[in-house]
């Protein structure tokens, strides 16, 4: 990274990543495979004004994922990557990060991505690579059905979680939880809807607190700084 801004360097050293200045944006690489609703949310919250990052590239796994034709409406470079091109995984993921690195990501988001990234990707992205995964981890990890499996399962509460990705499956450093309180009145249905309209604040947030330079990892735990200490 090459900006400069008011954080300690501790912080610095723990994410990778420093402030964005108020005259500039972190720049954001989405990866989809589905409806790309988490990324409409991103690529909205920028067009309101005010929000510290702009997403500049997507890939997917699925060259029909209704999320790139979301990138592309908006003037995102979008991209697929279906394993039938590759020889292996690792060799998907270098195509991919090739992809990423030619326009200039600084954080990774996976927004409904349904593959698993191989080690050189998370190795290459650590601490810059952010999840957001329909409950409250750890909670239902490691399944894409996490909200109904949440509704069967007879929870009083769910939610959405966004979290750094690490090695372990849905077990990187929890950045935000946003609870769901199920209403008796609920489908799975319902109750998946709810819980994704929180994820559309969730994502947006704890990408405002990366920008900002308001994280710090201590061990597994993720502290947030008051904008008062920067």
């Given at each position: 990274?090459?900006?400069?801004?008011?954080?300690?360097?501790?912080?610095?050293?723990?994410?990778?990543?420093?402030?964005?200045?108020?005259?500039?944006?972190?720049?954001?690489?989405?990866?989809?495979?589905?409806?790309?609703?988490?990324?409409?949310?991103?690529?909205d919250s920028r067009a309101g004004?005010?929000?510290?990052?702009?997403?500049?590239?997507?890939?997917?796994?699925?060259?029909?994922?209704?999320?790139?034709?979301?990138?592309?409406?908006?003037?995102?470079?979008?991209?697929?990557?279906?394993?039938?091109?590759?020889?292996?995984?690792?060799?998907?993921?270098?195509?991919?990060?090739?992809?990423?690195?030619?326009?200039?990501?600084?954080?990774?988001?996976?927004?409904?991505?349904?593959?698993?990234?191989?080690?050189?990707?998370?190795?290459?992205?650590?601490?810059?690579?952010?999840?957001?995964?329909?409950?409250?981890?750890?909670?239902?990890?490691?399944?894409?059905?996490?909200?109904?499996?949440?509704?069967?399962?007879?929870?009083?509460?769910?939610?959405?979680?966004?979290?750094?990705?690490?090695?372990?499956?849905?077990?990187?450093?929890?950045?935000?939880?946003?609870?769901?309180?199920?209403?008796?009145?609920?489908?799975?249905?319902?109750?998946?809807?709810?819980?994704?309209?929180?994820?559309?604040?969730?994502?947006?947030?704890?990408?405002?607190?990366?920008?900002?330079?308001?994280?710090?990892?201590?061990?597994?735990?993720?502290?947030?700084?008051?904008?008062?200490?920067?």
């Open positions: 990274m090459t900006r400069t801004g008011g954080i300690t360097a501790e912080i610095d050293e723990a994410l990778g990543i420093q402030p964005v200045p108020p005259t500039a944006c972190l720049r954001l690489g989405v990866l989809a495979s589905g409806r790309g609703s988490n990324l409409q949310a991103l690529l004004g005010q929000f510290p990052a702009q997403v500049v590239a997507v890939a997917s796994n699925r060259p029909n994922a209704p999320a790139l034709e979301r990138a592309r409406r908006a003037g995102v470079p979008a991209e697929a990557f279906p394993q039938t091109r590759y020889a292996s995984l690792a060799d998907r993921d270098a195509a991919v990060q090739a992809f990423l690195e030619a326009h200039g990501v600084e954080l990774v988001v996976l927004a409904g991505y349904d593959r698993v990234l191989a080690p050189g990707m998370l190795a290459a992205y650590r601490n810059r690579l952010i999840n957001i995964h329909p409950s409250l981890l750890p909670a239902f990890a490691g399944t894409l059905q996490a909200q109904a499996a949440a509704f069967e399962h007879g929870v009083k509460v769910s939610g959405c979680t966004v979290h750094f990705v690490d090695e372990q499956l849905d077990g990187g450093p929890i950045i935000l939880q946003r609870a769901v309180a199920l209403d008796e009145a609920d489908t799975a249905e319902s109750f998946a809807a709810r819980i994704l309209a929180e994820e559309h604040q969730a994502l947006p947030d704890a990408i405002r607190l990366i920008a900002e330079g308001r994280l710090r990892l201590v061990g597994r735990r993720c502290r947030i700084l008051p904008p008062s200490r920067l």
